[in-house]
């Protein structure tokens, strides 16, 4: 009955394609110009590492957990979340901040990369990457899970990385945490692509085509 249908990605695509001959991939994208218009500065000695999301979605947390113990008895950081709910982590350097409409670009520069980790299941497959695509937007590096579009957003070792395993987590995060050089390397590819492809900007045109 649809006109047009627009969805978030291949994978929704493929879902509205059984259905209509006019399905469009809209990305996530974020106001580079406006609300994620701040740059992080990645010249720093004690880099953060952070994460954002809803309490539905702490349980990724899980992933990735064990890779930052561990990361914490070798090197100095802070692992931050931002949610509507605090996981109360048992990490030795964490802090929980509330999510706010209001704060949340500045309460998202309080880290330097940003993690998505994530399970491998119809629901993630669905998802459309909006947290890597907010981190990245900052300037900063993505680290997230090979599932559904993220591979897409997150070029490996260019603009973040894609990891398989808990080794992987570590090491990755690892590498950003003792590199500033990368990081701040990665954070300006990383925003470039996002102004280039996910930005209300790059996507004006497309979304705009939907009403004609």
């Given at each position: 009955?649809?006109?047009?249908?627009?969805?978030?990605n291949?994978y929704l695509?493929?879902?509205?394609?059984?259905?209509?001959?006019n399905?469009?991939?809209?990305?996530t994208?974020?106001?580079?110009e406006?609300?994620h218009?701040s740059?992080?500065i990645?010249?720093?000695?004690?880099?953060a590492?952070?994460?954002?999301?809803?309490?539905s979605t702490?349980?990724y947390?899980d992933l990735?957990?064990p890779?930052?113990?561990?990361?914490?008895?070798?090197?100095?950081?802070t692992?931050?979340v931002?949610?509507?709910?605090d996981p109360?982590?048992p990490?030795?350097?964490?802090?929980f901040i509330?999510?706010?409409?209001?704060?949340?670009?500045d309460?998202?520069?309080q880290?330097?990369?940003?993690l998505?980790?994530?399970t491998d299941?119809?629901?993630t497959?669905?998802?459309?990457?909006?947290?890597?695509?907010?981190y990245?937007?900052?300037?900063?590096p993505?680290?997230?899970?090979?599932?559904?579009v993220?591979?897409?957003?997150?070029?490996?070792?260019?603009?973040?990385?894609?990891?398989?395993?808990?080794?992987e987590w570590?090491?990755?995060?690892?590498?950003?945490l003792l590199?500033?050089p990368?990081?701040?390397?990665m954070?300006?590819?990383a925003?470039?692509?996002?102004?280039?492809?996910?930005s209300?900007?790059?996507?004006?045109?497309?979304?705009?085509s939907?009403?004609?």
């Amino acid at each position: 009955w649809s006109h047009k249908v627009s969805v978030g990605n291949p994978y929704l695509k493929e879902f509205g394609d059984k259905y209509s001959n006019n399905v469009y991939v809209v990305p996530t994208v974020v106001n580079t110009e406006t609300i994620h218009g701040s740059l992080q500065i990645q010249d720093t000695d004690k880099p953060a590492i952070g994460w954002t999301g809803s309490f539905s979605t702490l349980m990724y947390l899980d992933l990735v957990l064990p890779a930052l113990q561990k990361l914490q008895e070798e090197v100095d950081f802070t692992f931050y979340v931002i949610a509507d709910k605090d996981p109360a982590l048992p990490l030795r350097n964490y802090k929980f901040i509330p999510w706010n409409k209001e704060t949340e670009t500045d309460d998202l520069l309080q880290f330097h990369v940003g993690l998505m980790p994530l399970t491998d299941d119809e629901i993630t497959r669905g998802k459309c990457g909006f947290k890597a695509i907010q981190y990245m937007a900052l300037g900063m590096p993505a680290i997230v899970s090979p599932v559904g579009v993220n591979t897409e957003i997150v070029s490996e070792g260019q603009d973040g990385f894609i990891c398989n395993d808990i080794n992987e987590w570590k090491a990755r995060i690892r590498l950003l945490l003792l590199d500033t050089p990368l990081r701040k390397k990665m954070g300006i590819a990383a925003r470039k692509k996002i102004e280039a492809r996910y930005s209300v900007k790059a996507v004006e045109a497309l979304f705009l085509s939907m009403f004609e």
